[in-house]
Nanobody
Framework: QVQLEESGGGLAQPGGSLTLSCRAPRLITSVFNSYIMGWYRQAPGKQRELVATITYNRITYYGDSVKGRFTISRDNSRKRVTLQMNSLKPEDTADYYC????????????????WGQGTQVTVSS
């Protein structure tokens, strides 16, 4: 189990921005680099869904609902992944979870890896 430390989140107005960060401080860099890192989110009463993922060599993948608004980035030397969320909408309100994993899940599935504790994002005027 990989320990993940999430930060960021909070309250934003529609159209605003927030930044989420996730660190894996106890991983050695070479091991960190072997993982895919990602963000998933879960709104009340809904299933956990993909937000964005990024590989070691920075190949990214986004959920359809966030394309063009969110950007995922990765700093391998600092063992950190960041999610920049712009043009936020009320429907972005959810708990956001950082994850690290190696095996890509099937479409619509969630990875079998380690998860952070979650950070809440609320978009409301």
């Amino acid at each position: 189990q990989v320990q993940l430390e999430e930060s960021g989140g909070g309250l934003a107005q529609p159209g605003g921005s927030l930044t989420l960060s996730c660190r894996a401080p106890r991983l050695i860099t070479s091991v960190f680099n072997s993982y895919i890192m990602g963000w998933y989110r879960q709104a009340p009463g809904k299933q956990r869904e993909l937000v964005a993922t990024i590989t070691y060599n920075r190949i990214t993948y986004y959920g359809d609902s966030v394309k063009g608004r969110f950007t995922i980035s990765r700093d391998n030397s600092r063992k950190r992944v960041t999610l920049q969320m712009n043009s936020l909408k009320p429907e972005d309100t959810a708990d956001y979870y950082c994850t690290v994993y190696r095996d890509v899940p099937p479409p619509g599935g969630v990875p079998e890896g380690s998860w952070g504790q979650g950070t809440q994002v609320t978009v409301s005027s």
